[in-house]
């Protein structure tokens, strides 16, 4: 059985920076066999729907929530076995539980808009920013 497992979060003030990782175990799978699939964060803030973040397919194609661009990046760390969301210039509005997700295959189309097509979900880790 798949596992993801979500690391990094903390609580920092506007404008700090946080790396969020997301391990992946079970099944004999690593980072560079699980990954031909579509990965992608997601976040939750109290009382809101869960969101997109940002999605990377099997070959690498990313796409990310208007919200983060120029401050967030995906990166597959493969020697490290992570997926990893690098966090910049962090808002208050970047307030949530982070989620690490996959789908059953190699294209995202519409996941980044669609959480709940995901096949596989992690626990969450939390990340508070503060004004």
């Known amino acids: 059985q798949v596992q993801l497992m979500e690391s990094g979060g903390d609580s920092v003030e506007a404008g700090g920076s946080l790396k969020l990782s997301c391990g992946v175990s079970g099944s004999g799978y690593t980072l560079s066999t699980f990954g031909t699939r579509c990965m992608g964060w997601f976040r939750q803030a109290p009382g809101k729907e869960r969101e997109g973040v940002a999605t990377?397919?099997?070959?690498?194609?990313?796409q990310y929530a208007d919200s983060v661009k120029g401050r967030f990046a995906i990166i597959k760390d493969n020697p490290r076995n992570t997926l990893d969301l690098q966090m910049s210039s962090l808002k208050p509005d970047d307030t949530a539980m982070y989620y690490c997700?996959?789908?059953?295959?190699?294209?995202?189309?519409?996941?980044?808009?669609?959480?709940?097509?995901?096949?596989?979900w992690g626990q969450g880790t939390q990340v508070t920013v503060s004004s």
């Open positions: 990377i397919d099997g070959g690498g194609t990313i």
């Open positions: 997700a996959a789908l059953g295959g190699y294209r995202c189309s519409n996941f980044l808009t669609a959480p709940s097509e995901a096949r596989y």
